[in-house]
Structure formats: structure tokens, C-alpha cells
T-cell receptor, first 118, second 111 residues
Framework: EPEVTQTPSHQVTQMGQEVILRCVPI?????FYWYRQILGQKVEFLVS????????KSEIFDDQFSVERPDGSNFTLKIRSTKLEDSAMYFC????????????????FGPGTRLTVL | KNEVEQSPQNLTAQEGEFITINCSYS?????LHWLQQHPGGGIVSLFM???GKKKHGRLIATINIQEKHSSLHITASHPRDSAVYIC?????????????FGKGTKLSVKP
């Protein structure tokens, strides 16, 4: 069964360093998402991506964050200068779209990357 | 302000019990999702609903659009059902499907 994969599973970095989190969505999916979950808190939306551009982004997704689909299979989240408060689990998800251009289908989540900023 | 509220926050049950987890939301939605998060952190999609009822094995999900309420039921609960169950909604105004999450219900089923 196709699945979303994420690497690495755990990333430890120093404050101020750049990190790139990688995701491989399911191959025929069109919509891609990044979410994050700070320990003990609810999952929060960061950004959605469709047709090689950002569709929507939350207030969390500031200038320190960027996303890219560099080669048609990988989907990456870059944090330019990490802060302590960026420590969280980051989830990638993907879905296909069948209805009037809206992402109306089930989202498939990757296993997450746990980012620890020291 | 919480757009998605779940109850209870924590639930302990004995194996075999019938379990209900509730979700209320305050925004117009195009769909509601029930997700399961395992202790290791991974998230699995259980259901996506826009009306009525869906059943998969021992899991049943219902939604009442007029009342802005959904329930997830687990029949004949088992210790392997222990996980956090998360309700998430797709805002009707959003076109790209990003989800608004509840805080989750932590379920523990004792043998």
C-alpha cells in the first residue's frame, strides 16, 4: 500500500541553524501539507502546496519557513534559522483531489520528523 | 478560541466496552476527519465524513451537520485501540483542504 515517508525521523540541531525536513508524498497525489505538533499540544496547520506553489499558509509559517518540491517526488520544509520554539513533531501529508479543484479526499500522513532545537 | 472541541479529554475503559468520543465545531465545514495517533506519534486517517455515518470494522463515525457535531464509536474495545483520537475539520472557506484539529481524546483500554 502506498504511503507517505519522511526523513529523518529525528533531527537535533543547534539554535540558529538551518534544517530541511524531507517528505515523499504518495506518487499520484496533488495536494501536499505540512503540519506541526508541539509536545503535549494539538496538531497545527503550517502550509499547503498545490501545482508547485503555496496555496495557503498559517500565521506560524513566517519568513523563516519555506517549502519546495524540487524534483517531482520530494516535498521539503526548510527552517532557515531555528529557534527553541520550533522544537516539535513535523508531519507531512498528501491527498488527491477529485471535486471541483478542492482537496476533498482523505489525507495520508507521514510518520513525522521530531525536531529538537537546543 | 477553539474551533474544534473534543470530549472527553481522557477516557479509560475496560476491554469490551462500547466507547464514544464526541467532537463539536464552530465553523462551516466541507468535511470532518477522525484520526488516530499512536504513542509513537504517527497519525492514521480513520474516516472522512461530510454527512451521515460511516463504518469500518468496529469503528463507526457519525456527523450531524445541523448541530455541528460528530461522534466516533468503538464497539467491543480492545487494548490495541489505546491511542489518541483526533477530530479535525476542513473549513468550508478554505479551498485547499488544510485541517483544523481538536486537542484529541486519549483513550486507554485496560485488559
Amino acid at each position: 500500500e502506498p504511503e507517505v515517508t519522511q526523513t529523518p525521523s529525528h533531527q537535533v540541531t543547534q539554535m540558529g541553524q538551518e534544517v530541511i525536513l524531507r517528505c515523499v508524498p504518495i506518487s499520484n497525489h496533488l495536494y501536499f501539507y505540512w503540519y506541526r505538533q508541539i509536545l503535549g499540544q494539538k496538531v497545527e496547520f503550517l502550509v499547503s502546496f498545490y501545482n508547485n506553489e503555496i496555496s495557503e499558509k498559517s500565521e506560524i509559517f513566517d519568513d523563516q519557513f519555506s517549502v519546495e518540491r524540487p524534483d517531482g517526488s520530494n516535498f521539503t520544509l526548510k527552517i532557515r534559522s531555528t529557534k527553541l520554539e520550533d522544537s516539535a513533531m513535523y508531519f507531512c501529508a498528501s491527498s488527491d483531489s477529485l471535486l471541483s479543484g478542492r482537496a476533498m479526499n482523505e489525507q495520508f500522513f507521514g510518520p513525522g520528523t521530531r525536531l529538537t532545537v537546543l | 478560541k477553539n474551533e474544534v472541541e473534543q470530549s472527553p479529554q481522557n477516557l479509560t475503559a475496560q476491554e469490551g466496552e462500547f466507547i464514544t468520543i464526541n467532537c463539536s465545531y464552530s465553523v462551516g465545514i466541507s468535511a470532518l476527519h477522525w484520526l488516530q495517533q499512536h504513542p509513537g506519534g504517527g497519525i492514521v486517517s480513520l474516516f472522512m465524513l461530510s454527512s451521515g455515518k460511516k463504518k469500518h470494522g468496529r469503528l463507526i463515525a457519525t456527523i450531524n451537520i445541523q448541530e455541528k457535531h460528530s461522534s466516533l464509536h468503538i464497539t467491543a474495545s480492545h487494548p490495541r485501540d489505546s491511542a489518541v483520537y483526533i477530530c479535525a475539520v476542513q473549513n468550508y472557506g478554505g479551498s485547499q483542504g488544510n485541517l483544523i484539529f481538536g486537542k484529541g481524546t486519549k483513550l486507554s483500554v485496560k485488559p
